[in-house]
């Protein structure tokens, strides 16, 4: 077993059923560890359930919402009912609705405002809740880490995504907040990041950065052109950063967000 070895974790993943999900389903399991699919589409939780079993790998699929707490204690005791601990948890649950996509024919003062609430709740208290459920597991069996999902939304000021920029700017003050506390009350046990991915397809920005065609959007063009990689990055490159964070060898690292995004960061547009 090495520092980067996942084996015998037993890791929740929420949002699973979305394509990040998958990507870190995979690299998860294949650093040896178990995966909990936890997630809203029911058919493609146990599809991705049955693969990972198929390939002689662990995997549960529990259905909750992020937003409801019930349903995530139920989650939560058929976790340990199957595997008896949590060792991780990935909130990776999030995303953009399209009512809250400010267009540019809106007026700037005439927002959707129970649209914007809806991201927020499920942006930020989608990743609040699951850690009040499945991180007190972890704290109370041993520890280990929680990983956050941010954006770019958080770090530099995009066009047309209000709701979604305001509750990922949020995740990383709770990721600061929490680790900090985590650390005080439970020394080095456990630990909560983030990652802070860069452009990546998916289906809530997939209308925004290409067109019906295969094309790109003048969005998505811009967006590839404020990358130095000049590319929109591809799911499995999260997994070595994920993997990183949920394992021993990142023991000593808490509160901070890990960029993975191609250079989108950094660079000016100059």
């Known amino acids: 077993m090495t ?23 995979d690299g998860i ?45 139920a989650g939560r005791d058929r976790i340990l009912s199957e595997f008896g601990r949590i060792d991780g948890l990935v909130n990776a649950a999030g995303g953009n609705m399209k009512n809250a996509i400010i267009q540019k024919d809106m007026g700037l003062f005439d ?19 699951p850690t009040q459920v499945f991180g007190k ?47 005080n009350r439970y020394g080095d046990a456990v630990r909560m990041n983030a990652i802070a991915p860069g452009f990546f397809l998916t289906e809530q920005n997939r209308e925004l950065l290409t067109t019906p065609g295969g094309g790109v959007t003048e969005r998505g063009a811009a967006v590839v052109q404020h990358t130095p990689f000049k590319r929109l990055g591809d799911p499995e490159e999260l997994i070595g950063a994920l993997v990183w964070l949920l394992g021993d060898a990142s023991r000593f690292v808490t509160g901070t967000v890990i960029n993975v995004d191609g250079g989108f960061s950094i660079f000016s547009g100059v």
């Open 3 to 25: 520092a980067f070895d996942l084996a015998g974790k037993v890791i929740v993943i929420t949002g699973a059923t979305g394509i990040l999900g998958k990507a870190f389903i």
């Open 29 to 73: 399991v294949a650093a040896g560890g178990a995966v909990v699919i936890a997630g809203r589409n029911e058919k493609v939780a146990k599809e991705r359930e049955a693969r990972v079993k198929a390939r002689g790998g662990k995997a549960l699929s529990i259905i909750a919402d992020v937003t409801r707490e019930p349903e995530l204690i």
């Open 111 to 129: 927002l959707d405002i129970p649209a914007l609430r809806e991201v927020i709740d499920l942006n930020l208290m989608g990743t609040v809740l």
């Open 137 to 183: 597991v972890i704290a109370e069996n041993g520890g280990g880490s929680i990983v956050n999902i941010s954006s770019m939304a958080s770090q530099r000021a995009i066009t047309r995504v209000l709701g979604y920029s305001l509750a990922k700017s949020a995740i990383d003050a709770y990721t600061k907040w929490f680790a900090m506390e985590l650390g």
